[in-house]
């Protein structure tokens, strides 16, 4: 089972990017690329398309509810990257709960998590790590 965030892309179609201008300045060490934001306040930039009543960041590439990608993953803004999903670390998190209902989609629960789990992960895929699981012994008749 992959990441649910790779089916999901609800946090980046509801909410506003906003971050400090410094991490589209490459010349400060900022990795945002520059010409997917605009100015915002004084000290702010925005991912485009996410300043509007119905945002989604210009950088998603994604069918909300069934598959999701950010193009600049690696070098998303500092908040993209603080928003976890809910129960990825051990508890909710508002913001993708709110997103998630925003459109439509359950919100993800301790059992969306399973796989990570090497128990769990009992499809013989690798998990996230790229671990195999060992094969599992016969059932007894």
């Known amino acids: 089972m992959?990441?649910?965030?790779?089916?999901?892309g609800a946090c980046c179609a509801h909410f506003r990017v906003s971050f400090h201008w410094s991490?589209?300045?490459?010349?400060?060490?900022?990795?945002?690329?520059?010409?997917?934001?605009?100015?915002?306040?004084r000290h702010e930039r925005v991912m485009r398309g996410t300043s509007q009543p119905?945002?989604?960041?210009?950088?998603?590439?994604?069918?909300?509810g069934l598959r999701s990608r950010c193009s600049i993953h690696p070098v998303r803004?500092?908040?993209c990257a603080a928003v976890p999903a809910s129960w990825e670390?051990?508890?909710?998190?508002?913001?993708?709960?709110?997103?998630?209902?925003?459109?439509g989609l359950p919100v993800l629960t301790p059992a969306d998590w399973?796989?990570?789990?090497?128990?769990?992960?009992?499809?013989?895929?690798?998990d996230d790590n790229g671990n195999t699981p060992p094969a599992m012994p016969p059932i007894a008749a």
């Open 77 to 79: 803004p500092s908040v």
């Open 2 to 8: 992959p990441h649910p965030c790779l089916s999901c």
């Open 23 to 41: 991490e589209a300045d490459p010349a400060l060490g900022g990795t945002v690329p520059i010409e997917l934001t605009e100015p915002l306040r």
């Open 89 to 103: 670390f051990g508890q909710n998190s508002p913001q993708c709960d709110v997103a998630r209902l925003a459109h």
């Open 54 to 64: 119905q945002p989604r960041c210009i950088a998603l590439d994604a069918e909300i």
């Open 114 to 126: 399973m796989w990570r789990d090497g128990a769990a992960n009992d499809d013989g895929t690798p």
